[in-house]
Structure formats: structure tokens, C-alpha cells
């Protein structure tokens, strides 16, 4: 069974930049699209970016110009670049898959806590 676990989140200022990884203990379909989550205090989470199979790459309007999601197949990790980041960027980040029409395939890891200050 695949096991995903994110890293790299921190506390930054304002305007900063992180770099999330999520590695996966087995092996993603290159095939899958993944997806980077997000989970503030009191809301609901969200998806904020997805890369397809084929490299393909969707952003939530909120994060567009700012992250960079990709993908490294043979070494089952997805990336999230964040830059410019800004006080409500804070939230706890978790990768898992983002297939259409379909949940999340596999079980979410610790998930990562970025945290901007102003």
C-alpha cells in the first residue's frame, strides 16, 4: 500500500519561499494525477494544485502565478514550489492523487505545516 509523506513546509516571511516534497513509499502510476492539498485552521481542504500524467499542470485561482506543482516518476515524488507567499498560505499542505470525479486514491500522510507571517 502506498504511504505518502510531505516535507519541507517551515515558518517564512511574507513574500518567501518553500519547496514541498511528497515521496511515496511505493510506487504512484506515473498515470494517476496527483494533487497538492491545503487545510487551514477551520476550513475545509482544499486542492490548490495538480499535475497530470502527462505532465499537465492546473492551479487554484488563489495560488496561480505563485506555485509551480511537478513531478518526478521515477523517483515517486511530487514537488510544490511556493513562492511569494503570503499570511493565508498558512495552512497544513498534504499531497495525495487528484483523479476527476474520484476521491483521493490513497490514505493521507502527516501532511507538511506551512506557516507565513506578516
Known amino acids: 500500500q502506498v504511504q505518502l509523506v510531505e516535507s519541507g513546509g517551515g515558518l517564512v516571511q511574507a513574500g518567501g519561499s518553500l519547496r514541498l516534497s511528497c515521496a511515496a513509499s511505493?510506487?504512484?502510476?506515473?498515470?494517476?494525477?496527483m494533487g497538492w492539498y491545503r487545510q487551514a485552521p477551520g476550513k475545509q481542504r482544499e486542492l490548490v494544485a495538480r499535475?497530470?500524467?502527462?505532465?499537465?499542470?492546473n492551479y487554484a485561482d488563489s495560488v496561480k502565478g505563485r506555485f509551480t506543482i511537478s513531478r518526478d516518476n521515477a523517483k515517486n515524488t511530487v514537488y510544490l514550489q511556493m513562492n511569494s507567499l503570503r499570511p493565508e498560505d498558512t495552512a497544513v499542505y498534504y499531497c495525495n492523487t487528484a483523479i476527476a470525479f474520484s476521491k483521493p486514491l490513497y490514505s493521507w500522510g502527516q501532511g507538511t505545516q506551512v506557516t507565513v507571517s506578516s
Open positions: 511505493g510506487s504512484i502510476l506515473s498515470i494517476y494525477t
Open positions: 499535475v497530470t500524467g502527462s505532465f499537465s499542470t
